[in-house]
C-alpha cells in the first residue's frame, strides 16, 4: 500500500534549482521522523536530509555533501514534505527517494537502516 508518493523530478542544468515534494497518505508526518535518500546505478543509498516530529524539536540533519544547497521543509496541512534543492550539481544526479521513521529521529538520522516506509522515488538528473 502507498504511503509516500515522490514528484518533481526532472532534468535541470548545473546552477539550477529544483524542489521534490513527498505526499504522506497514511500518517502524519509531522508526528514522525522524515527524511530524504538519494541512490545512483552502482552507489550505496545516502542520506541527504532528515528531519525530526515537531514534539521533538523538529531538528533537522543534512550530509555534507548538500548543506548549504538543500533544505528540508513541510506543510503540515498537505501533509507533505518539501525537499528545496539549489546550486545543482551533476554529481546531485540521482533517484530521489522520501522516507520515513515511526516516531522519533535515532542518533543516526540518516542512516536507511532506520528507515521504515520508503516512496518509490523521483529522479533529478544533473547536466553540466
Known amino acids: 500500500q502507498v504511503q509516500l508518493v515522490e514528484s518533481g523530478g526532472g532534468s535541470v542544468q548545473a546552477g539550477g534549482s529544483l524542489r521534490l515534494s513527498c505526499v504522506v497518505s497514511t500518517f502524519v508526518a509531522s508526528r514522525n521522523c522524515m527524511y530524504w535518500f538519494r541512490q545512483s546505478p552502482g552507489k550505496e543509498r545516502e542520506g541527504i536530509v532528515a528531519?525530526?516530529?515537531?514534539?521533538?524539536?523538529?531538528?533537522?540533519w543534512y550530509a555534507d555533501s548538500v548543506k548549504g544547497r538543500f533544505a528540508i521543509t513541510q506543510d503540515n496541512a498537505a501533509n507533505t514534505v518539501y525537499l528545496e534543492m539549489n546550486n545543482l550539481k551533476p554529481e546531485d544526479t540521482a533517484m530521489y527517494y522520501c522516507a520515513a521513521r515511526f516516531g522519533y529521529c535515532r542518533q543516526y538520522p540518516l542512516a536507511a537502516r532506520a528507515v521504515d516506509v520508503w516512496g518509490k522515488g523521483t529522479l533529478v538528473t544533473i547536466s553540466s
Open positions: 528531519i525530526d516530529a515537531e514534539d521533538a524539536g523538529a531538528g533537522k
